[in-house]
């Protein structure tokens, strides 16, 4: 089995826009796989000009805002670094039975990979009054580049959910059988960088020998 990989534009976001960016990339990809089971629901963004399309199916937003908050968890640990979130759909097959387990693989088959890269917290400072703050920021007028900034951001992203619709729409050939298993979706699961230091590439080739997985070197 062929594992077809999307790697998306990377973004750059301020922090308080990660929530929003991630939200409208993971829910678009999610309903492009949805099995019919799902009842849509338009979602308008809260901070850009963008309606995107959720399954309006709980168990996958509660799984989808978990691991946007242990992503921005990481995120505030590990400052300065590129980010990536990668979003893989998967076939259970079961393995051939062992004196002490039955082993079940994951034969991936599509995998998406989300990247970021975080811009700092502006630092509040006291100025010489002590009754009031200023925001020192590159630039004098720091809420005019931050508006240029963020419609810049909200163009990319427009590219960023076109190019996910393009990919869809052209990558048909390696979709396995709709399984028998219960869901809105094909099977998937979103892998954030690890809490320690090392690379995300490294732990997505642990996972993958764990796994038992092979074509993901393709």
């Known amino acids: 089995m062929n594992c077809e990989v999307c790697n998306l534009k990377e973004l750059d976001v301020e922090h ?3 929530r929003e960016v991630l939200r ?3 829910h678009t990809i999610v309903f492009h796989k949805a099995l019919g089971l799902v009842r ?17 199916d709980s168990e996958v937003e509660k799984k989808i805002e978990e691991k946007i908050d242990q992503f921005i968890s990481w995120v505030e640990k590990h400052p300065n670094k590129k980010s990536q979130i ?8 079961n393995k051939q039975a062992t004196w002490f387990t039955n082993k079940v693989e994951r034969l991936y088959w599509e995998q998406w990979h989300i ?7 502006l630092k509040v400072h006291s100025n010489k009054s002590h009754h009031s703050k200023v925001v020192v920021g590159p630039g004098e007028n720091i809420m005019e580049e ?3 900034r963020q419609a810049a951001l909200e163009a990319s992203l427009h590219e960023v959910l076109f190019q996910i619709i393009k990919f869809v729409n052209e990558k048909k ?12 979706s ?3 699961e979103i892998t954030i960088p690890s809490s320690s230091d090392s690379s995300f590439g490294m732990d997505m080739f642990k996972r993958m020998l764990q796994t038992g997985h092979p074509t993901m070197l393709s």
């Open 24 to 26: 409208c990339i993971l």
């Open 86 to 93: 990668c979003l893989s759909f998967f076939e259970v097959k």
């Open 173 to 184: 050939d390696h979709i396995p059988p709709i399984p028998s298993l219960e869901g809105v």
């Open 40 to 56: 849509p629901r338009d979602v308008d963004s809260e901070i850009f000009e963008i309606t995107y399309v959720q399954c309006g």
């Open 146 to 148: 931050r508006s240029v």
């Open 186 to 188: 094909f099977p998937y």
């Open 115 to 121: 990247n970021l890269n975080v811009a700092q917290h």
């Open 16 to 18: 308080f826009e990660m």
